[in-house]
Nanobody, 122 residues
Framework: VQLVESGGGSVEAGGSLTLSCAASGYTYSSHCMAWFRQAPGKEREGVATIDEDGVTIYAPSVKGRFTISLADGRDTVDLQMTDLKPEDTAMYYC??????????????????WGQGTQVTVS
C-alpha cells in the first residue's frame, strides 16, 4: 500500500486548503481511509475518516469545517478544510487499512501511512 499526500501549505486564519491523498496497492473491501494530524509535542489525532461506501466520521473539533471525500474512482481521498484556525496547524497524514468505521479515527488501527504534509495557519 502506498499513500502520497499533497496540498499542504500556509494560510491565514479563516482561509481554506484542500489536501489530497493518492492511494495505490490495496483492494477496497472493508477499507477505511482517514486523515490524522500531529502538532509538535502532541499525540496524533484522527481528523476525519471515510469508508468505501462514503460514510464519514469527523472529530468534533473539525466538524462543519472539514469535508472528507473520495475521488478518482476511490483512488484519492481529499480533505477540504475551511475556516482554518491556528490550532489546526499540524502535520497531516493520510492512512488506510482494513478496519471498521467505528474504529477508524484511532491511529493504532492503521498499518499504512503517508509521509505527511504540513499545514500552517497564522
Amino acid at each position: 500500500v502506498q499513500l502520497v499526500e499533497s496540498g499542504g501549505g500556509s494560510v491565514e486564519a479563516g482561509g481554506s486548503l484542500t489536501l489530497s491523498c493518492a492511494a495505490s496497492g490495496y483492494t477496497y473491501s472493508s477499507h477505511c481511509m482517514a486523515w490524522f494530524r500531529q502538532a509538535p509535542g502532541k499525540e496524533r489525532e484522527g481528523v476525519a475518516t471515510i469508508d468505501e461506501d462514503g460514510v464519514t466520521i469527523y472529530a468534533p473539533s473539525v466538524k462543519g469545517r472539514f469535508t472528507i471525500s473520495l475521488a478518482d474512482g476511490r483512488d484519492t481521498v481529499d480533505l477540504q478544510m475551511t475556516d482554518l484556525k491556528p490550532e489546526d496547524t499540524a502535520m497531516y497524514y493520510c492512512a488506510a487499512d482494513r478496519i471498521i468505521l467505528s474504529r477508524a479515527l484511532m491511529a493504532s488501527q492503521y498499518d499504512h501511512w503517508g509521509q505527511g504534509t504540513q499545514v500552517t495557519v497564522s
